[in-house]
């Protein structure tokens, strides 16, 4: 365990530079985007008033005040932009995560594989490292979300902008819905898929590690075969949803992930412990 535990905090150093440049574009780009939607509605408003020689009380009448979801939607390439910049980069590391051992000349795999603690140990820091990751940078998001919503009414004052709920926020947007999950079952279906396809990816590399060209053909083989075990079902049994109950769904497709799952990481551990050479 002890091991273990050194080989995330490991992972984790060899990341961390990365993970904070990451947060700050986020932070950056959204923070941006909200000053910048709260100025340019000021600057529309003021030309409306000055076009119809009116008064900014006659326009918040007419029009409302513009609200912090509805300033969010406006700003959608600062938000979206930063948060799938870093879902990018996480998915690529999910690959270098692994073929990052084997680049130079002094390949680090040599001294990974020969450490004196069991291989398991291995292909389970690299994934907790990598599930870490994705729940600082969601963590980050969940901060944010009610610093931007002060940030907002500060830069734009109370008289045209009206600040809206976390809650209420979340739900209205799609992309923050799937990354904050307001129920339990949605966190487990969400991130337990997240972490499913992490496992498949880490099983394609083994194999591909395992038996280099050969291995290339049996990753993909493997990849798609997973992905259509769980998918093809959803497919019919969305088909025949009408004979069976949501919960029952959501049972049958929680049974064939863990079946997935189970296979993935027996089928991970048996290559980087029996197959993966140095």
């Not at 984790?12 to 100025?39: D, S």
């Not at 007419?62 to 979801?69: E, N, P, T």
């Not at 009414?153 to 709920?165: C, D, V, Y």
């Not at 109950?245 to 992930?257: D, H, R, S, T």
């Amino acid at each position: 365990m002890n091991r273990y535990l050194k080989l995330v905090h490991w992972e984790i150093t060899r990341f961390w530079k990365m993970l904070m440049i990451m947060a700050l574009v986020t932070i950056v780009m959204q923070c941006a985007g909200v000053i910048y939607v709260t100025k340019r509605h000021i600057s529309q408003v003021n030309e409306s008033i000055q076009m119809n020689n009116s008064t900014i009380a006659a326009y918040v009448q007419h029009y409302g005040k513009l609200s912090f979801i509805e300033g969010i939607e406006q700003a959608g390439l600062a938000i979206y932009a930063s948060i799938t910049v870093c879902i990018g980069v996480l998915i690529l590391y999910v690959f270098f995560i692994w073929y990052k051992e084997w680049l130079g000349k002094n390949t680090f795999i040599y001294r990974l594989l020969t450490l004196p603690t069991a291989r398991r140990n291995i292909y389970f820091a690299k994934l907790t490292a990598i599930l870490l990751f994705i729940f600082a940078l969601v963590a980050l998001q969940i901060v944010l979300v009610p610093l931007e919503n002060g940030l907002y009414m500060l830069a734009g004052g109370n008289t045209l902008f009206a600040s809206s709920g976390m809650f209420e926020l979340i739900s209205s947007n799609r992309l923050l819905h799937i990354l904050i999950p307001q129920t339990f079952t949605d966190f487990v279906v969400n991130y337990g898929t997240g972490a499913i396809f992490v496992l498949i990816i880490f099983t394609g590399v083994l194999l591909e590690r395992s038996y280099r060209l050969k291995g290339i053909a049996a990753a993909v083989l493997f990849i798609v075969t997973a992905c259509l075990f769980m998918i093809l079902p959803l497919v019919l049994l969305t088909r025949m949803a009408e004979n069976l109950y949501q919960n029952e769904i959501f049972f049958i497709e929680a049974a064939l992930g863990l079946i997935v799952a189970a296979v993935t990481i027996w089928l991970g551990l048996h290559l980087i412990t029996k197959k993966v050479t140095v």
